[in-house]
Nanobody, 117 residues
């Protein structure tokens, strides 16, 4: 089993920044396949950023050039740096690890991000 614990969410004004962290533990050897998803009220869950096979990264079009995913293997932690935040970024953000059947296999419990003045 793999455990994922997110932190760093909160309330921020439009244009502000937040950094989310995801501590990964359990039966995991690497951080090759990790990602961040989000779900806003009344909307489907969507991929925000992902690292695939340890080297390829992809981002949702809506966050390109504003969000950055990174990993610290020594700390077994995944980060999501979010800049120039907009009200439409408001959502619960989830960390993921691994894939099964083309979908993320393990999920964290989520952390709330609210962008509002």
């Amino acid at each position: 089993q793999v455990q994922l614990v997110e932190s760093g969410g909160g309330l921020v004004q439009p244009g502000g920044s937040l950094r989310l962290s995801c501590a990964v533990s359990g039966r995991v050897n690497n951080l090759y396949d990790v990602g961040w998803y989000r779900q806003a009220p009344g909307k489907q869950r969507e991929m925000v950023a992902a690292v695939i096979a340890g080297r390829n990264t992809k981002y949702a079009d809506s966050v390109k050039d504003r969000f950055t995913i990174s990993r610290d293997s020594a700390k077994n932690t995944v980060y999501l740096q979010m800049n120039s935040l907009k009200p439409e970024d408001t959502a619960v953000y989830y960390c993921t690890q691994g894939y099964l059947g083309g979908q993320p296999r393990y999920w964290g419990q989520g952390t709330q991000v609210t962008v509002s003045s």
